[in-house]
């Protein structure tokens, strides 16, 4: 069964309009479009040697990751969210988005991809309500990048229901 379902030509053209400089922040790069906001399992941003010197045991591993992914079915439960990927190279790709199937295909997206050693895997998603586009990223610490600040006291709520820290920059 497939996981995803490609969204019509037109929903593809005016999510694309609404997420401007998408394949930019995936690549990491500046945009004026958008400002970051954290989600974590720290409650404050790490000193180089806190990060040196955290190495969780696989209990605490299974912990951290099961605190996001409880955030991501809490977003997933008050709000749209879909998943997108590129087609095309470099300037001349494009976001093509994507529903879910199905709850349990969404759910088992958004699960922590952990310590697989690449980014491939990491969850890449839109919140078109909120104009709001979200990756899980590495160090048990998932990144928003958000067009408007009226999404932050909702992501604060989230976070506090499922016992992670939201952390703006």
């Not at 690549?27 to 969780?56: A, G, M, S």
Request: overall charge neutral.
């Amino acid at each position: 069964m497939r996981n995803f379902i490609n969204l019509s030509k037109n929903k593809q053209i005016e999510l694309n309009a609404k997420f401007p400089d998408l394949f930019k922040i995936y690549c990491v790069d500046e945009t004026p479009h958008y400002k970051k906001v954290e989600i974590t399992v720290f409650d404050h941003w790490l000193t180089f040697e806190e990060f040196q010197n955290d190495r969780p045991d696989k209990n605490e591993r299974l912990r951290r990751n099961k605190l996001l992914h409880d955030f991501s079915k809490i977003m997933s439960k008050n709000t749209e969210i879909l998943n997108f990927k590129f087609k095309g190279k470099w300037d001349r790709c494009c976001p093509s988005f994507r529903k879910f199937s199905s709850q349990e295909s969404m759910d088992n997206y958004l699960h922590p991809a952990g310590d697989n050693g690449s980014s491939d895997k990491f969850c890449r998603l839109v919140l078109p309500e909120f104009s709001a586009v979200y990756f899980e990223s590495w160090d048990y610490t998932n990144i928003f990048y958000i067009q408007d600040d009226k999404i932050i006291p909702k992501i604060k709520q989230w976070a506090s229901e499922s016992g992670v820290y939201c952390l703006e920059y």
